[in-house]
Nanobody, 115 residues
Framework: QVQVVESGGGSVQPGGSLRLSCAASGNIFRNYVMGWYRQALGQQRELVAT???????NYVDSVEGRFTISRDNAKNTVYLQMNSLKPEDTAVYYC?????????WGQGTQVTVSS
């Protein structure tokens, strides 16, 4: 079984930065997609960014140019660097690990952007 654990959430003022980390452990497949999703209060969970085994990335339009997803394959860890944060980025951020047979979610980490 694979487990993912997020870290790095917190509170920041508008315009600030945060870096989220997600470490996967267990029976890691060679080919997988890892990504970040978020869920604001009263809203549905939405995709933020993903990165596959080949390093190809995908972002939701609202974070393009502000957020950067990256991965360290040796550590099975994915990072989300979030810059120029806005109040509308406030949400619980969830890490996801996905293969053709597994779909694993982390517990989530709160990100709050407020003045």
């Amino acid at each position: 079984q694979v487990q993912v654990v997020e870290s790095g959430g917190g509170s920041v003022q508008p315009g600030g930065s945060l870096r989220l980390s997600c470490a996967a452990s267990g029976n890691i497949f060679r080919n997988y997609v890892m990504g970040w999703y978020r869920q604001a209060l009263g809203q549905q969970r939405e995709l933020v960014a993903t990165i596959n085994s080949g390093g190809i990335t995908n972002y939701v339009d609202s974070v393009e140019g502000r957020f950067t997803i990256s991965r360290d394959n040796a550590k099975n860890t994915v990072y989300l660097q979030m810059n120029s944060l806005k109040p509308e980025d406030t949400a619980v951020y969830y890490c996801n690990y996905r293969t053709f047979v597994q779909n694993v979610w982390g517990q989530g980490t709160q990100v709050t952007v407020s003045s």
